[in-house]
């Protein structure tokens, strides 16, 4: 009778213990089961990037990794509004983030999502991208541009990272000379750089590269001209946002140095002027005119008194003008 006594809590134990261990089970039936959490690691690499890795979801109704990325720690409780990678391969559990910012923090989580979408969180990981690329020989179009007219890195031969943001077929219009243009990922005042030279061909929008060549001032435009080299790192990034100015503030005698080959966006205007020298024309938002060229390849042909939705190009400086050079007739919005 003792042994029949014990024997039925044991029983009850047991099967306790069983649903228990089944709540997060590797091959989950039960619709409310979540997926088994990944462990993160991430370590920063040379040229302002981020290697991620995590382990493998064994579940069976594995559905998604998103792995995220943000400046402020406890992603899982607030995370960004778009992942910085998503993949629907179980066995996919690696990524390269390139094209950070030099002397920040940033925090990497990776949720993972099975077919009930139901999700769990992996462990979060700090990475911190060193001060500056000048140390390991990378700057950043900021550290170039060096907050002022003239840039410190005159006549020197450097290797700057950054992503690409006009290629070498985007401005051919009126020009035999090849250029291209590259920015620091997060954008802002003095994130940009022009660069010239043959040697560009093959870069193509969106590439996070790293480019040596030599900086020159012409005619009071910071250049990274006749590149040595250059590395494309990744391909397929999204462009820093264009910054959202208006006209009044891109006038020459304002001297907006520090949009100087960033790219810029103007809206409702009014076309004031054409035919102005070197390719020039004008228009106003209602706060003052400003300039626009016509390097880029497109199609529209300003008249005064046409109104335009939308500008969006590389502040360039020639010929003692700053002015908007548009890519492509995606960049004007009739």
């Known amino acids: 009778m003792n042994k029949a006594k014990w024997f039925i809590p044991l029983i009850t134990i047991a099967v306790t213990l069983i649903m228990i261990s089944c ?19 991430a370590t920063s690499g040379a040229t302002n990037s981020v290697f991620a890795s995590w382990s493998i979801c064994p579940d069976n109704d594995f559905s998604q990794y998103n792995l995220y990325r943000s400046t402020s720690s406890g992603i899982s409780a607030n995370p960004p509004s778009s992942p910085v990678s998503t993949t629907s391969n179980a066995t996919d559990t690696t990524f390269s983030d390139t094209g950070l910012m030099w002397s920040e923090t940033y925090y990497y989580a990776v949720q993972t999502r099975n077919t009930g979408n139901n ?13 500056s ?3 390991s020989g990378y700057l950043t179009c900021y550290e170039i541009q060096g907050q002022q007219e003239d840039s410190p890195f005159e006549g020197q031969t450097v290797s700057v990272t950054g992503i690409v943001t006009a290629d070498p077929n985007d401005y ?16 802002g005042p003095w994130s940009g750089l022009l660069m010239y030279g043959s040697d560009l061909a093959g870069l193509q929008r969106g590439d996070s590269v790293t480019v040596t060549g030599v900086v020159d001032e012409y005619y009071g435009m910071t250049e990274l001209k006749y590149p ?26 304002l001297n907006p140095e520090q949009w100087e080959s ?7 205007l ?7 020298p070197y390719y020039t024309w004008a228009f106003d938002d209602g706060s003052g005119e400003c300039y626009a060229g016509t390097m880029g390849d497109f199609s529209y042909v300003p008249a005064v008194g046409d109104t335009i939705s939308d500008f969006t190009g590389l502040l360039w400086y020639s010929r003692d003008n700053f002015k908007i050079q548009p890519r492509d007739d995606y960049d004007i919005i009739i």
């Open 23 to 41: 709540g997060d089970d590797e091959n989950p039936t039960s619709p409310g089961d979540n997926p088994a959490a990944s462990i993160l690691s």
């Open 119 to 131: 999700t769990t969180w992996s462990n979060e990981v700090q990475v911190v991208i060193a001060d």
């Open 133 to 135: 690329g000048s140390s």
């Open 172 to 187: 051919t219009a009126v020009s035999t000379s090849t250029y291209g243009a590259l920015a620091d990922a997060g954008g």
């Open 228 to 253: 040595i080299s250059y590395v494309v790192h990744s391909t397929g990034h999204t462009l820093p946002a264009p910054e959202p100015m208006i006209t009044g503030d891109l006038a020459t005698s």
């Open 262 to 268: 960033v790219f810029v966006t103007v809206s409702d």
């Open 270 to 276: 009014d076309v004031t002027q054409v035919g102005l």
